[in-house]
């Protein structure tokens, strides 16, 4: 079993950067991804960004390709999740995850088998 606690969630102004830390413990050799996803009230939770663990490749979605950037420490088991210009619309909770099996599908929430708390991030205009 591996659990994630995320930590480094506020009240930011729009423009603003802000840096989302996701810590990993317990079996943390048997991560292949590690995704950060988002739920805004009333919306439906939506895919941010993901890494491989091993190979730290990326991915991103659309809306925020160009400033945010996924990283993660090995050493450390701890994804971090870089947001700049942030906008009142990046709003939200937003989750870590991560799974335990290697999969090409790294944007849907169902890949996933291991989730954080959540921290909440809000970005006054």
């Known amino acids: 079993q591996v659990q994630l606690v995320e930590s480094g969630g506020g009240l930011v102004q729009a423009g603003d950067s802000l840096r989302l830390s996701c810590a990993a413990s317990?079996?943390?050799?048997?991560?292949?991804?590690m995704g950060w996803f988002r739920q805004a009230p009333g919306k439906e939770r939506e895919f941010v960004a993901a890494i491989t663990w091993n190979s730290g490749n990326t991915f991103y979605a659309d809306s925020v390709k160009g400033r945010f950037s996924i990283s993660r420490d090995n050493a450390k088991n701890t994804v971090y999740l870089q947001m700049a210009s942030l906008k009142p619309e990046d709003t939200a909770v937003y989750y870590c995850?991560?799974?335990?099996?290697?999969?090409?599908?790294?944007?849907?929430?169902?890949?996933?088998?291991?989730w954080g708390q959540g921290t909440q991030v809000t970005v006054s205009s």
């Open positions: 317990g079996r943390t050799f048997s991560m292949h991804a």
């Open positions: 995850a991560t799974r335990t099996y290697v999969s090409a599908i790294f944007s849907s929430a169902s890949v996933y088998n291991t």
